[in-house]
């Protein structure tokens, strides 16, 4: 199947959209042999020239107070319409996006996918970049969505949170709706019997949390800081492990905390200090107070580790209770993470089992393979071609 991949940015670009645009474009390009790139839709002179002119329209909106987001207006979508039906080659079978946005106004007599963790209506209030939005903002998002959903023949959500909004804010047909989880977003995938060898080598002694994210308040840092210090505290020696912030504040200069700044993905020496702390953590704490997916639960299950995750948004669908970690009401408190820890750590068959159901889980769930054929097959009945017929090339 030949399939046209939309992407605003560069799709090769393993930062974008925290990698999801590359990885996601990996996952399908294993199972169709013919995918090629309609990518860096900004980097477009017509787009270029209207994102110039948007930057003084956020700059006045920033003055009385207000967000103001260019991705949705409509002059912009219209211009990136123009730019993808100018470069469709022959033959196209499909046209697929990781976002909703490139469709809104793109009219053309092909079938129409999209991959997404979340609806516009989900953001909104939800994000903190998200909140006291222009009313230009909140009236161009909803229509934008509505209209590129109102052209999709299938959308692919991260999770039922992101599904269930599709259906009830914008009348989204059930049956148009698949839930997809997100894979880990790693170029090395470890092995069962690695695995199994890094939970044996953890020590009993002394209990290591690895916290991982740029945003430390959305994230939850404070949650996780506050956990690791009620456990040592409790008797139960701590370190946390913070990763994502490039400095931190003089309040968290503790003695049970250790700060490796941001880790980069493309840096040899940062992923060797990363995988460290995959194989030698106890557990990932990422209690986000907003979040719509969270690859990290993802990456954590792919090396055995359990997570420690707050219920919210689309987390559900990373992290399931006693089967990859611990998901921990919206009202529960550092206290209650802390009991779950504690509770684990004691048995030190419980913690191989949990440590173990983790990377089960990821092999059948939270990985781009499994992601990349759900997607691939749906693609396949819809466009009338044999989901069979397609090419492996990764075996």
């Known amino acids: 199947m ?10 090769q670009d393993i930062h974008g959209w925290s990698g999801l645009n590359f990885f996601i474009r990996r996952a399908l390009e294993r199972y169709s042999s013919n995918l090629y790139a309609i990518d860096d839709l900004m980097s477009d002179a017509s787009a ?8 003084w329209v956020k700059l006045g909106y920033r003055a009385i107070g207000r967000r103001f987001h260019p991705s949705r207006d409509e002059k912009l979508l219209r211009r990136y319409a123009l730019a993808i039906q100018s470069r469709i080659e022959p033959d ?9 946005l490139p469709l809104a106004y793109l009219e053309v007599p092909l079938p129409k996918f999209i991959y997404c963790d979340a609806t516009f209506h989900c953001f909104i209030d939800y994000y903190r970049e998200c909140s006291n939005l222009c009313r230009r903002t909140r009236r161009d998002g909803e229509k934008m969505e509505r209209l590129a959903l109102g052209r999709v023949d299938a959308a692919f959500y991260a999770s039922e949170w992101a599904a269930r909004s599709a259906i009830e804010d914008y009348q989204l047909p059930s049956e148009k709706i698949r839930v997809v989880p997100f894979g880990a977003n790693l170029e090395q995938i470890p092995s069962v019997e690695q ?4 939970v044996a080598a953890k020590p009993s002694s002394i209990c290591h949390l690895l916290f991982v ?5 959305r994230k939850g840092g404070a949650m996780a800081v506050d956990v690791a210090r009620i456990l040592n505290q409790r008797g139960q020696p701590t370190i946390l492990h913070l990763v994502g912030l490039e400095r931190i504040p003089r309040e968290l200069e503790l003695p049970f905390i250790r700060n490796y700044g941001f880790l980069s993905k493309d840096r040899k020496a940062d992923q060797v200090v990363l995988e460290k702390l995959w194989r030698q953590s106890h557990f990932l704490i990422v209690p986000s107070l907003a979040e719509c997916a969270g690859i ?3 990456e954590a299950s792919a090396h055995g580790m359990p997570s420690l995750a707050r219920d919210t948004g689309g987390v559900s669908a990373m992290v399931k209770h006693q089967t990859n970690g611990f998901l921990l009401a919206a009202n529960q408190e550092a206290k209650d993470y802390a009991a779950c820890i504690q509770s ?5 068959n419980e913690y191989r089992r949990l440590s173990l159901s983790s990377y089960r889980f990821f092999e059948q769930c939270l990985n781009w393979d499994t992601a990349g054929r759900a997607m691939f097959e749906t693609m396949a009945r819809l466009t009338n071609r044999n989901a069979s017929d397609a090419k492996l090339k990764a075996g």
């Open 296 to 298: 990290v639960y993802a």
């Open 2 to 11: 030949k399939i046209a991949y939309i992407c605003d940015r560069d799709s």
């Open 92 to 100: 196209t079978e499909a046209i697929f996006a990781p976002s909703s």
């Open 48 to 55: 270029q020239t209207r994102l110039r002119q948007l930057r």
């Open 213 to 217: 994210g740029v945003d430390f308040i």
């Open 344 to 348: 684990c750590l004691s048995d030190g």
């Open 195 to 198: 695995v199994t060898q890094w």
